[in-house]
Nanobody, 124 residues
Framework: QLQLVESGGGLAQPGGSLRLSCAASGRTFSSYAMAWFRQAPGKEREFVAVISWSGGSTYYTDSVKGRFTISRDNAKNTVHLQMNSLKPEDTAVYYC?????????????????WGQGTQVTVSS
């Protein structure tokens, strides 16, 4: 399993931007599919975006398409989520997750390793 640590959360105004980062420890990072999930108060943890082990493929939930971009740097064992045009409904704790099966799953049950989460609040 990987150890994952998120950073970059905070307060943003509607229409603003934030960039989340996830640092992974482990020599096999480049073999994992990586994803971002989020959980708002009183709601289930939901899929946001996923990137393949090579970075060549990405997939997003409909509500963030065109606004969020997931990327990874296998040389630095990091994955990022660039969030633009933020909306109040994007407010949640954001989690980085790793899937050693390499599948680009949208199901949280397919992910083996999780970070501790970083809070994103979008409010004026």
């Amino acid at each position: 399993q990987l150890q994952l640590v998120e950073s970059g959360g905070g307060l943003a105004q509607p229409g603003g931007s934030l960039r989340l980062s996830c640092a992974a420890s482990g020599r096999t990072f480049s073999s994992y599919a990586m994803a971002w999930f989020r959980q708002a108060p009183g709601k289930e943890r939901e899929f946001v975006a996923v990137i393949s082990w090579s970075g060549g493929s990405t997939y997003y939930t409909d509500s963030v398409k065109g606004r969020f971009t997931i990327s990874r740097d296998n040389a630095k064992n990091t994955v990022h989520l660039q969030m633009n045009s933020l909306k109040p409904e994007d407010t949640a704790v954001y989690y980085c997750a790793a899937n050693r099966r390499q599948t680009m799953s949208v199901s949280k049950y397919q992910y083996d390793s999780w970070g501790q989460g970083t809070q994103v609040t979008v409010s004026s």
